[in-house]
């Protein structure tokens, strides 16, 4: 839970926090924003966008991709959320499918890739989120860390790898969505990906249910290695955990990370501000500074951008991927990794 009373709420109970917030005598207009960012990336824009907008209460619920997509299903006839911060173009592209999404511009809408806006304007990326191989760094040289996918199969890294569960993570599901894609553009289906994943189940030791408990299972090393994305480990490492990090020689997957405003919303006015906001050159630079956010705007003076911004454009390959394709074919793929792959790597 956060220090600011009220801003985390389990899923369970988030209509009655709701509620009991309505009874409050705050007379601030209230926004809640579904996101994956996590307390330290959602409670920093609160701050700062409430500083700017002391007439907005900012309210976060923080869970995985899949479940927000999941989660605004449910409520599609009563919206519960204003704001649809975070997760993979490809999940946002089935919330509009969906129908759970209305189309708004932001005010930097023009300084952002137009290839990684969403249809219509339903959604406009925020920041690009790369996959990376992680490690324990305690226990792995960088020099002798896996370098590229396939290095993860080596035997020294058997019941040494940590996997957030797939099913829940958006991240998870860009990263097998790219080996599956490989494997449909390579032979012409994805039986050599699944085999490839497979192998990879035989390797891991567990699937945790969360982003909290990988950290503390790779800094405890119990396991050594883990595939995950760069924003959390660079987190992770400048709050003192053992963890590094590596780009796949071959490519990496970066994710198109969205915002959207959510159809329903009780408060569009003060939703359709705080999508202003995220996309500003100050938030920008403050999640890029304080966070680890790589932006997606490519007007940020350079100047100004920390060092490892720098760093990561030089060594980062990345690699082509059909987000249609995945967004048509993922959830397909994934009940069928999770019916017949998953548990079987082992065997």
């Known amino acids: 839970m956060t220090d600011k009373m009220g801003r985390v709420f389990s899923a369970f109970s988030v209509w009655s926090f709701l509620s009991a917030a309505a009874c409050t005598p705050d007379q601030r207009t209230p926004i809640v924003l579904y996101s994956p960012h996590g307390r330290d990336q959602l409670t920093l824009l609160e701050q700062a966008f409430e500083r700017q907008r002391p007439d907005i209460d900012v309210r976060w619920l923080d869970m995985g991709s899949q479940e927000i997509l999941d989660r605004l ?28 999404l209305v189309p708004y511009r932001p005010d930097w809408s023009d300084r952002v890739n137009s290839k990684t806006i969403g249809p219509n304007d339903y959604y406009f990326p925020v920041y690009r989120t790369p996959a990376v191989i992680a490690f324990n760094s ?18 020294r890294w058997k019941n040494k790898v940590i996997i957030r569960d797939p099913m829940a993570s958006g991240t998870m599901r860009a990263i097998w969505g790219l080996i599956l894609i490989r494997s449909l553009s390579q032979t012409g289906d994805t039986a050599r990906g699944m085999a490839w994943l497979r192998r990879l189940d035989g390797q891991t030791k567990t699937y945790t249910i969360n982003p909290a408990l990988l950290y503390e299972k790779l800094a405890r090393q119990e396991g050594l290695v883990s595939l995950w994305d760069l924003q959390d480990i660079l987190i992770s490492a400048a709050k003192g955990l053992p963890l590094g990090y590596v780009f796949p020689r071959s490519g990496t997957v970066v994710i198109v990370d969205a915002i959207g405003l959510v159809r329903g919303s009780r ?79 082992k065997e």
């Open 73 to 100: 299903r449910f409520e599609r006839v009563n919206p519960q959320a204003d704001v649809w911060f975070g997760g993979p173009a490809a999940i946002f592209e089935r919330g509009i499918r969906d129908s759970l």
């Open 267 to 345: 408060h569009p006015e003060a939703a359709r501000a705080f999508i202003d906001f995220v996309g500003s050159v100050e938030a920008q630079l403050l999640t890029a500074r304080e966070v680890f956010r790589l932006p997606a705007r490519s007007d940020l003076p350079a100047d100004s951008l920390p060092y490892w911004v720098t760093e990561v454009e030089r060594e980062m390959i990345v690699s082509e991927v059909d987000w249609s394709l995945l967004s048509d074919r993922g959830p397909e793929w994934m009940r069928y990794w999770d019916q017949h792959v998953r548990g079987t790597g």
């Open 138 to 155: 305690r226990a792995v040289s960088r020099a002798d860390a896996p370098r590229d996918w396939d290095e993860v199969l080596e035997p």
